[in-house]
T-cell receptor, first 116, second 108 residues
Framework: QVQHVQSGAEVKQPGASVNVSCQAS????????VHWVRQAPGQRLEWMGW????????KYSDKFQGRLTMTRDISARTVYMELSSLRSEDTAVYYC???????WGWGQGTRVTVSS | EIVLTQSPGTLSLSPGETATLSCRAS???????LAWYQQKAGQAPRLLLY???SRATGIPDRFSGSGSGTDFTLTISRLEPEDFAVYYC?????????FGQGTKVEIK
């Protein structure tokens, strides 16, 4: 079945960058896009963007333009999400999931804490 | 940006009852681009329905969805103990994709 395994929790200082990895299994990796969604404490889910594995096309939410970068390593079946210039409001659990009519096989989440 | 508003905020029901959850969109999202998820405490969301009414792999048929345009409904028949959770709707018709604020289904 569609599965994603993410890297572990991170604690970062304001202004730093964080890089979260997401390894996919259970589907033809190059046939889909992988999305990133975050959930801040007590807040609704927030879509961040997607990366198409086949052609490396990306679509980011305007909210994160300039701070968000998604990359992929096809041989490793892994997608990476880097968020820079972190601030306290970026404290959240970050999830990856496969697209294709809804979001399938969510990763377990990576908790990112931004604190000085 | 399409805003999704879910109601009620909390639904208190007993096992065996039927839950009816609503999701209203600020603009037309068609029926093809609306999904529902279940999230239990401390866990990642799980896809239940996509295209408003198509069940994801392994989802029991007590979960059903309907609606089109701006009004959508998730119905959970014969609530099981494992169904008590938070449910989110999600539109993926336009960017940015957006989620509702969630409906908590709790044990009465």
């Amino acid at each position: 079945q569609v599965q994603h395994v993410q890297s572990g929790a991170e604690v970062k200082q304001p202004g730093a960058s964080v890089n979260v990895s997401c390894q996919a299994s259970g589907y033809t990796f190059t046939s889909y896009a992988v999305h990133w969604v975050r959930q801040a404490p007590g807040q609704r889910l927030e879509w961040m963007g997607w990366i198409s594995i086949a052609n490396d096309k990306r679509k980011y939410s305007d909210k994160f333009q300039g701070r968000l970068t998604m990359t992929r390593d096809i041989s490793a079946r892994t997608v990476y999400m880097e968020l820079s210039s972190l601030r306290s409001e970026d404290t959240a659990v970050y999830y990856c999931a496969r697209g294709g009519g809804g979001l399938w096989g969510w990763g377990q989440g990576t908790r990112v804490t931004v604190s000085s | 940006e399409i805003v999704l508003t879910q109601s009620p905020g909390t639904l208190s029901l007993s096992p065996g009852e039927t839950a009816t959850l609503s999701c209203r969109a600020s603009q037309d999202v068609s029926s093809s681009y609306l999904a529902w998820y279940q999230q239990k405490a401390g866990q990642a969301p799980r896809l239940l329905l996509y295209g408003a009414s198509s069940r994801a792999t392994g989802i029991p048929d007590r979960f059903s969805g309907s609606g089109s345009g701006t009004d959508f409904t998730l119905t959970i028949s014969r609530l099981e103990p494992e169904d008590f959770a938070v449910y989110y709707c999600h539109q993926y018709r336009t960017s940015p994709q957006t989620f509702g604020q969630g409906t908590k289904v709790e044990i009465k």
